[in-house]
């Protein structure tokens, strides 16, 4: 299995997670190729107790289609100082995307509530008005948009909303090139959608990830 480290500290650990390629095992597959498969083959000492859902230290996760740094805690102390810093939005994470269309104005802050759409288990929605429905409460939202050039933009969270990138780019209309779930156009690549995790400030020193070379745009 191909290695996804990326670096090390005395604290952390830093993949590369490919497009394509879970966190976890796949329900219906539990020996599915997977980042904590990979990870354990090659450092079996993250093998250790970890709190359920956070197996092998990985303190967050990232959708199958998406790519980029994947944060690894190398201590259950290091876990817990990573999961307080999430939970206090003290994190930001940059992440790029493709999409068909441009954004215009060049820059735009989204501040819109996000919930489960009252209807598709699949999707999440935004709180447009007051009067907006969504299935159970509303979880606060902050998404920080910029067009960089051609068809990449910019996106950078300090919240962990569920597909909340995805969501506030619908909803400033520059939906993910392949993400059809959102009205997203095909991609002429095939199914999945363009989205890396580029970066993480507030937690020392971290590695910049650019997107896939062969990423189009």
Avoid at 2 to 28: A, M
Avoid at 45 to 54: R, T
Avoid at 189 to 217: E, S, Y
Wanted: some cysteine; charged content about 20%.
């Amino acid at each position: 299995m191909p290695s996804l480290l990326l670096q090390r500290s005395s604290e952390w650990i830093w993949l590369n997670k490919p497009s394509g390629l879970p966190v976890f095992p796949l329900h219906q597959d539990p020996d599915s190729d997977c980042v904590l498969r990979r990870l354990l083959a090659e450092l079996p000492e993250q093998a250790q107790g970890f709190a359920s859902g956070f197996e092998g230290g990985i303190a967050h996760r990232l959708d199958t289609p998406t790519s980029g740094l994947l944060l690894v805690a190398r201590s259950p102390q290091a876990l817990a100082k990573a999961r307080k810093a999430f939970k206090g939005k003290q994190l930001s994470k940059s992440y790029r995307f493709i999409s068909a269309k441009a954004l215009d104005p060049k820059q735009l802050t989204l501040q819109s509530a996000i919930g489960h759409h009252p209807k598709s288990r699949r999707k999440m929605v935004v709180q447009r008005n007051p009067g907006s429905k969504c299935r159970g409460k509303w979880y606060p939202a902050h998404t920080r948009l910029r067009h960089i050039r051609g068809a990449l933009h910019e996106a950078v969270i300090t919240t962990g909303v569920m597909h909340q990138i995805r969501v506030h780019a619908a909803f400033a209309g520059v939906p993910l090139l392949g993400d059809t779930l959102y009205g997203g156009e095909p991609s002429p690549d095939g199914p999945g959608f363009f989205l890396h995790h580029a970066h993480l400030k507030g937690l020392g020193a971290c590695p910049f990830l650019p997107p896939p070379a062969n990423w189009p745009g």
